[in-house]
Structure formats: structure tokens, C-alpha cells
């Protein structure tokens, strides 16, 4: 769990107007000028589909969701869990896939909101841009045990260990599915896959053929507002571009002041798909985004005299990023795949800067050996590269730094009977420069007695590796008079450059049934062996001259000094009530138990993370088709109390009714929040940002598509 504050920027802020360093790359957008660079960017893409070669028909449907059968919906094909595709009836993992009818029925306006209807994973709200997500536990605003993929390219920072949700935004229409996997996938996808994996993987350019537009107004933003166009360019094969943007409004803080919270994003991308031989196939795709977020946060203002406040701070930044990905079918039983990207992205606030440049490269070779045996193995290599600016609320030593990760893997699956059970064993080493090598073994058992019962079993270890903020950041949270002489007193957080990997053993069990053409379980359990979790622990005072003035430092650092365990279950169902009506509950329960060694200060790092997540989640999602091409769609989740953070429990309620008109127009009623109008989620102590309280909203959305 980290103790590092949110650090947002708002350079009109106490009459500062500091330069952005020589690497910020993005124009920084003004809070009234969203509007005008969105419609910039629709007319660019208005102006390229005007000179498109070769238009094509639209793909979009929006048929009856309810109509799916349940043999259908277990035999999804996933990746995630030991890239190569299988079926989700046949994974040894506690999987969960957000399909796009899942998408389409949820309502929900940004890929949080979507993940909520996963079993076994929190996710809480803090203010109107940021959330905490975390799988079975230690859940935090930067949840650094969570690694999170978009079309294999991780949007995992190295710096504060963990995912900026508010740049990750996805268009939710071209997304294909969310395979989600509750627990350790380290073995395949390396550090910092301790407690899960959400991978979002998107359409290809062929399946979003033609013009797509969207366009969403309501009580808590405008927009999502979107245009897509596809279509196919000779050699090029097939391709999409699309722009989209948002304006979410701010909320309201516990005390009922105006958390200045509000939430803008624009964004435009491409994709295309090529064939270029009988066995050879390129992807390419990229992105280029530019938002800005606002937060209140406490901090200190001067050291002389010892001033401390409550800022209102605005978060811009600025990023773009290309991909491209090869697959080559060698034979039948043979295929290789080398994918490419490159990432660059910006921050900065009044209080921070940072900018960070990531180059990596992936190749993997599946191949199968004799008739029992089906291996995946490969290489990687990871680049990245940072600069950060020096204030007084926070600064990082050295002010830049390059870090490499080198990185192999190999898992083998044995048909140890061919048609029922097969043990998967796989292992992964990695090498990077902060704690050397790291080994990350797995092991999963498959039994399949027959085509509607499964049971599973595995044990795995997996690490995460200090960020920047663990080893190399300083942030000054408190100045107060009264030091020795009369001089201030600063209390600080300094990173610690001997803080060693976190380390987890996990073992899992589950089980999946299709009892019948209409209902479907899937349950798993599970148990996590945790050490070397990150503490907090004091160092001696000391009297420091920079910043000025003299003052007398109360410093404190990371240690790794504490441990535990948490156990728990998840289940969720799929029933089809009727040919009109299908019901979808889950539940999850989770039980932590976190110490401090003898030899560790820290008092409060242990309650804190057993209180920060709920030990109780139950969820229940109806869809009912109707007469008149009408669809109802509800959803309602119950989220137990967080102990530690003085959050009580709450309900959330959401609904909607859809209208669709043929197979290429549909209009959408939604309210969300419906049982209480203001509620709070998350207030965490690892963060100084001040929460909002969440608050019920209703919007109209309209999709078209030609």
C-alpha cells in the first residue's frame, strides 16, 4: 500500500507560474477551450473520412442481448491466462469476461464503471476522474498490485506504481472484451500481476466497418461524445480512425463544498489490419490523448512562516502511443508473434512534473510437441525512461533515471488424459535494476469429467517491484511552528533504496458447471501468503537547511516489515429466467489478516490495509427484452463498510431502458446512483486528495451507425 499523495497542478495556484520543463510535449488545455479542440479534432476526422478510398457497409448491430446461450457464454474464447487462446470453461483461473453485450447492457460510462460487475474486484470512486481497483484486497488509489493491459501494451507506471484511470479511456464500443483475472498471472505477464490482470482488448479494424457516432448528454457530464469510421485501403486491408471527448462536471466534497473535481478528455487513434501473406498478419494501431483533471489535496504552502492548505489543483497531461504487433503461422502446430510499442506520456501540476518514455518488445513462439504436449515461451524487453521536475511538495533523486527489464517465460501444458485433465507448469525470470532477479513459478491443474463440469486447482508465486515512489521520492506533507529555537518543523516521506520486492505465494481452487441450458455457476476460493509488504517507518530527526529555512525534519521511509494472508470466495451465476429475461448474481467474500514484524514502527499500516477493502460485495444484473424493440437493463451493488477509512456501506443502483431502431440506430435512457443521491466510496490513507461523494445522474445517449 503506498503512502505517496496524489499530486495534481494548477499553475494559477498562489500566483505561480512555473515554466513546464523542456520535455512536456503536450499543449496544456485550457478548463474552456475542451469543446473547441474536440470539434478540431471531428473535423480532421470529418475532413479524412471525406477522402476515404473505399467505404464499407456498417458492422454495429444492436440485436436482442438476452438471446446468447449459456454454452456460448462459457466457451468465450480468453487469452490472458497463458497467452494462447482457450476456452473460459476450460481455464484453470478465476476468470471473468466483460463481453461487448456485457458493455452495451451496463450503462456504464468509463471502463471503472464497467468493472464493477466483476466478482472478487473493488472498485471505488474517489472524485469525479480518479479511482481505487484492486483484486481480492490492499486497495489503494494506486492499487500497485493490479496490472492492467490494453491490446497487450501495460498502462502500469513505473513511477507510482500503479494506473492513472483518468487517461485510460478506451472508447467503449471498440472494445472486443475485458478478460479480468482475479489472482497472480506473474508467471506469464511478469511483476506486479500479484493479486490480478485486467486486459482490454479491442475490435479489429474489420469488425468496425463504416460510421459509427455516438453522442451522450446528462445531469453529471456531456459525453461521451464519439465518430468511428472504417474501412479497407487496398493493401492496407482493413482500418478504423476514430476521435472522441468528454466533459464530466465535479462533485461535492463530504462537507458539501465543491470538490473542483471536474474531469475533461479528448482523444483520437487508428487501427488497421493487414494480411500480408497466407501465414503472416500485421496489426497496427496508436493513440494520442490529452486531458485535464482537478482534485483538492493537502499540502504544505510555506515553510516560513508554517503554512498548510487545501489547494484546488489541475492534473494535465498529455500522451500518445503506437503499436504494432506480427503473427506468423508457422504450421498447424506452430506460430510465432513479435508486438512493438512505444509509449510517451506527460503530468504535471503546480506541485510536480514528470514525463516518462517506454519502449518495449515481446516475442513469443507457440508450438505444440507430440500429441500431449502444448508449449508457450518467450522474450521480452522493456525500456523506460523518466524526468522529473523538483517543488516543494514533492521531488524525486535523481531528478531522471533509465531503467531496463529483461525478461523470459515458458509454460508448458500436459494432456495427462487427453480429453479431461491437463496440468499446466510454467515459470517466468526477470532481471531489472532495482532488486535483480526475480523467479515467478505457477502451476495449474484442469479436470474436466465431462462437458458440463470443471474443477480447477493452481498454486503460484508472484512479486511486485518497487516504483520510483518507493525508492527514489521525497514528498513534504506538514510544516508546523514550535521546533527547537523557535525554527518550523517539516514532516516528510523519503523513498527508501533498499526496499525489496513484495512478495506473494497464492493458492486457488474453483469450480464451473452449465447444470443446465439455463443456468451456469462459476465459483472459486482462495488463499494469499503474503511478506516483505511495504511499511512505513520513522528515521531520527534531524536538522535540515534545504529547502530554506532551517528547520528541524521529522522524517519517515519505507521498510518491508509487514505480512499476511487473506482467504476468501467468489462466485457469480448466469440464469435465463425466461427466453426474454436472464438474471446474472455474485458474491464475494473476503477475509485479511495483516501483521507488523517485531522489529517494525509502523502501528497503522496493518489495520489500514485489512479496512481499506470490503470483506462482503454482492451484486445482481437483469436484462429483459421487451415488446417495440425496447431492452431494460438493471443493475444493483451492495459494497460492505471500509473500517479503516470511515467509509459506511452503501447500494448503488443503476438502470436503463434501450430503444433500437433496426440494426444501425438505438437511443438509451440510463440513471445511475438511483438508490442514494450522494454517497461516498473510497477516502483512503494512502493519498492526501480530498474524496467526493458520488451522486445519482441521469443521461440520453444516441448511437448511429452507416
Same mark, same amino acid.
Given at each position: ?7 495534481? %497542478? ?51 448491430? %444492436? ?43 451496463? @450503462? ?20 469525479? @476522474?480518479? $479511482? ?44 472486443? &472484451? ?32 463504416? #460510421? ?26 482493413? %482500418? ?79 500522451? $500518445? ?105 510454467? =515459470?517466468?525470470?526477470?532481471?531489472? #535494476? ?9 502451476? &495449474? ?48 516521506? %523519503? ?20 447444470? =443446465? ?67 446474472? /448474481? ?27 477493502? /470490503? ?46 431502431? @433496426? ?44
Amino acid at each position: 500500500m503506498s503512502v505517496c499523495p496524489t499530486i495534481y %497542478f494548477r499553475p494559477e495556484v498562489a500566483g505561480n507560474t512555473r515554466r513546464l520543463p523542456s520535455w512536456w510535449l503536450g499543449p496544456v488545455v485550457p478548463s474552456n477551450s475542451n469543446r473547441f479542440c474536440f470539434a478540431s479534432v471531428l473535423l480532421a476526422v470529418t475532413a479524412l473520412l471525406a477522402g476515404s478510398v473505399i467505404p464499407c457497409p456498417a458492422q454495429e448491430k %444492436f440485436g436482442d442481448l438476452t438471446q446468447k446461450s449459456l454454452e456460448d457464454l462459457m466457451n468465450i474464447g480468453v487469452t490472458s491466462v497463458s497467452k494462447k487462446e482457450q476456452k473460459t470453461s476450460q481455464v484453470a483461473a478465476s476468470i471473468f469476461v466483460i463481453s461487448q453485450e456485457d458493455i452495451r447492457r451496463s @450503462g456504464a460510462l468509463n471502463i471503472p464503471d464497467l468493472l464493477r460487475m466483476v466478482p472478487g474486484l473493488d472498485v471505488a470512486q474517489i472524485d469525479a @476522474g480518479k $479511482w481505487a481497483i484492486s483484486a481480492r484486497g490492499i486497495n489503494g488509489q494506486y492499487s500497485n498490485k493490479l496490472l492492467v493491459m490494453v491490446d497487450g501494451r501495460t498502462v502500469y507506471t513505473p513511477i507510482f506504481g500503479g494506473v492513472f484511470w483518468d487517461s485510460q479511456n478506451t472508447p467503449l464500443k471498440a472494445i472486443e &472484451r475485458i478478460e479480468v483475472i482475479r489472482g497472480p498471472g506473474a508467471a506469464v505477464w511478469g511483476a506486479n500481476a500479484v493479486n490480478g490482470i485486467i486486459n482490454i482488448i479491442t475490435k479489429s479494424a474489420g469488425e468496425t466497418q463504416g #460510421v459509427m457516432i455516438t453522442a451522450r448528454e446528462g445531469t453529471g457530464e456531456t459525453g461521451p461524445d464519439t465518430i468511428r469510421y472504417g474501412g479497407k485501403a487496398g493493401g492496407l486491408g482493413s %482500418f478504423r480512425v476514430y476521435a472522441a471527448g468528454f466533459h464530466v462536471r465535479s462533485l461535492l466534497t463530504p462537507t458539501g463544498l465543491d470538490s473542483q473535481d471536474d474531469w475533461r478528455l479528448i482523444q483520437g487513434g487508428f487501427r488497421t489490419d493487414s494480411t500480408l501473406t497466407a501465414k503472416d498478419t500485421l496489426t497496427t494501431e496508436g493513440e494520442v490523448y490529452q486531458g485535464d483533471a482537478g482534485e483538492l489535496a493537502h499540502m504544505p504552502i510555506s515553510l516560513q512562516p508554517p503554512v498548510n492548505g487545501v489547494l484546488a489543483l489541475r492534473d494535465r497531461y498529455f500522451g $500518445w502511443n503506437l503499436l504494432t504487433r506480427w503473427n506468423r503461422t508457422i504450421s498447424p502446430g506452430s506460430s510465432t508473434s513479435l508486438q512493438v510499442y512505444f509509449d510517451r506520456t506527460t503530468r504535471g501540476d503546480n506541485t510536480y512534473g514528470l514525463g516518462l518514455n517506454t519502449i518495449d518488445i515481446d516475442f513469443q513462439h507457440h508450438v505444440g510437441w507430440g500429441a500431449r504436449q502444448d508449449i508457450v515461451w518467450g522474450l521480452g524487453y522493456r525500456l523506460t525512461s523518466d524526468d522529473t521536475i523538483q517543488t516543494l511538495r514533492i521531488s524525486f533523486t535523481p531528478a531522471d533515471r533509465r531503467n531496463q527489464l529483461f525478461s523470459a517465460f515458458a509454460q508448458d501444458e500436459i494432456a495427462i488424459q487427453p480429453d479431461s485433465l491437463h496440468l499446466s507448469l510454467g =515459470t517466468r525470470l526477470e532481471h531489472n #535494476v532495482n532488486t535483480g532477479f526475480d523467479i515467478e513459478p505457477s502451476a &495449474r491443474l484442469a479436470w474436466t469429467p465431462n462437458s458440463r463440469n470443471m474443477l480447477w486447482s493452481a498454486v503460484s508465486g508472484a512479486v511486485r517491484t518497487p516504483a520510483r515512489s518507493d525508492s527514489d521520492i521525497r514528498v513534504n506533507y506538514y510544516a508546523y511552528p514550535g521546533g527547537p529555537g523557535g525554527m518550523p518543523m517539516l514532516v516528510s516521506f %523519503f523513498g527508501n533504496p533498499k526496499v525489496k520486492d513484495e512478495r506473494v505465494t497464492a493458492f486457488e481452487a474453483g469450480y464451473r458447471n452449465t447444470w =443446465t441450458s439455463r443456468l451456469s455457476l462459476d465459483a472459486s476460493a482462495f488463499y494469499n501468503r503474503y511478506r516483505d509488504l511495504t511499511t512505513v517507518e520513522p528515521e531520527p530527526a534531524r536538522i535540515e537547511v534545504n529547502p530554506a529555512p532551517v528547520h528541524l525534519l521529522i522524517p519517515t521511509t519505507w521498510g518491508n516489515g509487514m505480512y499476511g494472508e487473506t482467504h476468501g470466495m467468489e462466485f457469480f451465476a448466469n440464469w435465463k429466467a425466461s427466453n426474454f429475461w436472464t438474471l446474472s /448474481p455474485g458474491y464475494a467474500l473476503l477475509s485479511a489478516h495483516f501483521h507488523t514484524l517485531a522489529s517494525s514502527q509502523d502501528t497503522a499500516i496493518a489495520f489500514e490495509t485489512v479496512g481499506s477493502t /470490503p470483506s462482503h460485495q454482492a451484486q445482481l444484473r437483469s436484462s429483459v427484452s421487451l415488446p417495440r424493440n425496447l431492452q431494460w437493463n438493471l443493475s444493483a451493488y451492495f459494497v460492505n463498510r471500509l473500517s479503516a477509512l470511515a467509509v459506511p456501506s452503501y447500494t448503488r443502483v443503476d438502470t436503463g431502458l434501450t430503444w433500437s431502431a @433496426g440494426d444501425h440506430a438505438a437511443m438509451s435512457l440510463e440513471g445511475q446512483n438511483l438508490f442514494s443521491d450522494r454517497h461516498l466510496e473510497f477516502s483512503g490513507p494512502d493519498s492526501t486528495v480530498q474524496p467526493s461523494l458520488m451522486k445519482r445522474s441521469a443521461y440520453v445517449k444516441i448511437s448511429w451507425s452507416f
